[in-house]
């Protein structure tokens, strides 16, 4: 789904899920991505509820957990904090992030809106989602 509708645009999202212990599967929420092909734009807003993520696992790394998701945001602002994902488009680093793993921090499913402002999407997403 692409494009522009009634003047907003289509923009794709996935939320940031913390698993600090995969054989349980039990998760937080703790950012999410957006991307908006339209605007070329991508970014990730995170928040970290701490004692959360501890009363799910109290021998979590919760300094690991923190670089995990700030890996995130930088591989969306791009420039030296992105690495070898520096180079690629928008839409290739959001695909790359939202690539499933089995690592302490994963992507959910992607969803689909419409927006007339992309850029207010990640807030707007983390308080309604995470926060």
Not at 84 to 103: K, N
């Amino acid at each position: 789904m692409t494009g522009r509708h009634n003047g907003r645009d289509v923009f794709e999202y996935a939320l940031l899920r913390v698993v600090p212990r995969v054989e349980r599967g039990e998760q937080i929420n703790a950012g999410v991505v957006v991307y908006c092909q339209a605007k070329s734009y991508v970014a990730a807003r995170v928040h970290l509820d701490e004692a959360r993520l501890l009363a799910l696992d109290p021998t979590a790394d919760v300094a690991g957990v923190r670089a995990a998701l700030g890996a995130v945001e930088g591989v969306c602002l791009g420039g030296e904090r992105a690495g070898q994902a520096a180079e690629d488009a928008p839409g290739r680093r959001f695909r790359w992030l939202i690539a499933p793993r089995s690592t302490v921090v994963q992507p959910g499913p992607v969803h689909t809106g419409l927006t007339a402002d992309p850029e207010s999407e990640p807030e707007r997403l983390l308080d309604l989602l995470v926060r």
